[in-house]
């Protein structure tokens, strides 16, 4: 099946510093990927549709400036969250679309845990 | 906006029990229904789906019947296995496809001896 990788998949840093987390598609090419952010004991949370080659649309209340994300070829899209602060711990996932015949799937990353000192 | 409500967990079950998960959800129009599950250390892998009123999705033992009426995409297994043993999201999508997913807060899901 297809697989999605994430790197890191835990990161501890502090508080100002920015910190990148890589998506990639290892078995396929995906145009769209989509970033989630997840609190413990709460839903994932769609922040941004990552679109290779264009920019980011980025889910209302999303800081675009806060999360960059580089969509630069069809296998990686990568997070960056720049000036973290502790309130920007969690878990965040990513998944990459597959486009089908009839239906389009999305495939997800094991989530990369982030926590800001 | 549109939303998803499951079961809060955890569930546990001796192996070979029946296993319901309920989910119901909010959204204007024709949604399609999907339940993801997520083994340890994994990411989501979509389980099964629905795409209108009536369809039942199936994959291993699993099932969900698309209530319209009450809105409704409840899980259900006749025996679980230890195997089975994840997080379960229910998700609804409102564009056709799988795109812009809203989830369920998941439902944990232990299966003992």
């Known amino acids: 099946g297809a697989v999605v990788s994430q790197h890191p998949s835990w990161v501890i840093c502090k508080s100002g510093t920015s910190v990148k987390i890589e998506c990639r598609s290892l078995?396929?090419?995906?145009?769209?990927m989509f970033w989630y952010r997840q609190f413990p004991k709460q839903s994932l949370m769609l922040m941004a549709t990552?679109?290779?080659?264009?920019?980011?649309?980025?889910e209302q209340g999303v800081e675009k400036d806060k999360f960059l994300i580089n969509h630069a070829s069809l296998t990686l899209s990568t997070l960056t969250v720049t000036s973290a602060h502790p309130e920007d711990s969690s878990f965040y996932i990513c998944?990459?679309?597959?486009?089908?015949?009839?239906?389009?799937?999305?495939?997800f990353g094991p989530g990369t845990r982030l926590t800001v000192l | 906006g549109d939303s998803v409500t499951q079961m809060e967990g955890p569930v546990t079950l001796s192996e070979e029990a029946f296993l319901t998960i309920n989910c119901t959800y909010t959204?204007?129009?024709?949604?399609?229904l999907f339940w993801y599950v997520q083994y340890p250390g994994e990411g989501l892998q979509l389980l099964l789906k629905?795409?209108?009123?009536?369809d039942k999705g199936s994959n291993k033992g699993f099932e969900a019947t698309y209530r319209k009426e009450t809105t409704s995409f409840h899980l259900e297994k006749g025996s679980v296995q230890v195997s089975d043993s994840a997080v379960y999201f229910c998700?609804?999508?409102?564009?056709?496809?799988?795109?812009?997913?809203?989830f369920g807060t998941g439902t944990r899901l232990q299966v003992t001896l």
């Open positions: 998944s990459a679309q597959l486009q089908g015949f009839s239906y389009n799937e999305q495939f």
């Open positions: 078995d396929f090419q995906a145009t769209t």
């Open positions: 990552s679109n290779e080659g264009s920019k980011a649309t980025y």
């Open positions: 959204a204007t129009g024709y949604p399609s």
């Open positions: 629905a795409t209108k009123a009536d």
């Open positions: 998700a609804i999508s409102n564009t056709g496809t799988a795109s812009k997913l809203t």
